[in-house]
T-cell receptor, first 112, second 114 residues
Framework: GESVGLHLPTLSVQEGDNSIINCAYS??????FIWYKQESGKGPQFIID?????DKRQGQRVTVLLNKTVKHLSLQIAATQPGDSAVYFC???????????FGKGTLLTVNP | NAGVTQTPKFRILKIGQSMTLQCAQDMNHNYMYWYRQDPGMGLKLIYYSVGAGITDKGEVPNGYNVSRSTTEDFPLRLELAAPSQTSVYFC?????????????FGSGTRLTVV
């Protein structure tokens, strides 16, 4: 089965609200995690990444939190905008050769 | 920079036909990957390469073949297409120093086998 999964397949928020997208992983040996955004008909677009020796990382309007104790990853989007509407994937790297394992994705819908 | 370029964007194949999905990157990345994405699902790794002349199987390699004769190109070959290979195919590349950059993906090839 999937070792990288998501708690919610869909998330609907109001414009301006903060969004939180969650991801669980099962492999404690994973050392690198990435969040991708995929708009309809396009390839995945890199948002932010984090290494396993970090707990938190911030980007522009986005924050990734890593809780290794419970093997949980989250993506927080501040002041969500209509352009943030997309499917969001978390992915983990488990070892050498940088092979990523992806979760199923969460569809984020931003209502104006 | 063009990044990762995939061709064609769309293709319809009949069962039993063969085709090659093209992937080229201009970033001098050593690592290249092929993923497939089925509707409503995440991406599954088909094959990957860590450099010219070196390829290896991913999670779902059956029915596919790859080659890596140059750093830039990583074509994916489908032999004897089957309906189960209907999917969107993504090629990606990485320098191996992925932190802060992730992997760069192409825009995908949507393949339908009928």
């Amino acid at each position: 089965g999937e070792s990288v999964g998501l708690h919610l397949p869909t998330l609907s928020v109001q414009e301006g609200d903060n969004s939180i997208i969650n991801c669980a992983y099962s492999n404690s040996a994973s050392d690198y995690f990435i969040w991708y955004k995929q708009e309809s008909g396009k390839g995945p677009q890199f948002i932010i990444d984090i290494r396993s020796n970090m707990d938190k990382r911030q980007g522009q309007r986005v924050t990734v939190l890593l809780n290794k104790t419970v093997k949980h990853l989250s993506l927080q989007i501040a002041a969500t905008q209509p352009g943030d509407s997309a499917v969001y994937f978390c992915a983990e790297n488990r070892g050498s050769n940088y092979k990523l394992t992806f979760g199923k994705g969460t569809l984020l819908t931003v209502n104006p | 920079n063009a990044g990762v370029t995939q061709t064609p964007k769309f293709r319809i194949l009949k069962i039993g036909q063969s085709m090659t999905l093209q992937c080229a990157q201009d970033m001098n990345h050593n690592y290249m990957y092929w993923y497939r994405q089925d509707p409503g699902m995440g991406l599954k790794l088909i094959y990957y390469s860590v450099g010219a002349g070196i390829t290896d199987k991913g999670e779902v390699p059956n029915g596919y073949n790859v080659s890596r004769s140059t750093t830039e190109d990583f074509p994916l070959r489908l032999e004897l297409a089957a309906p189960s290979q209907t999917s969107v195919y993504f090629c990606a590349s990485s320098s191996g120093q992925a932190f802060n950059y992730g992997y760069t993906f192409g825009s995908g090839t949507r393949l339908t086998v009928v």
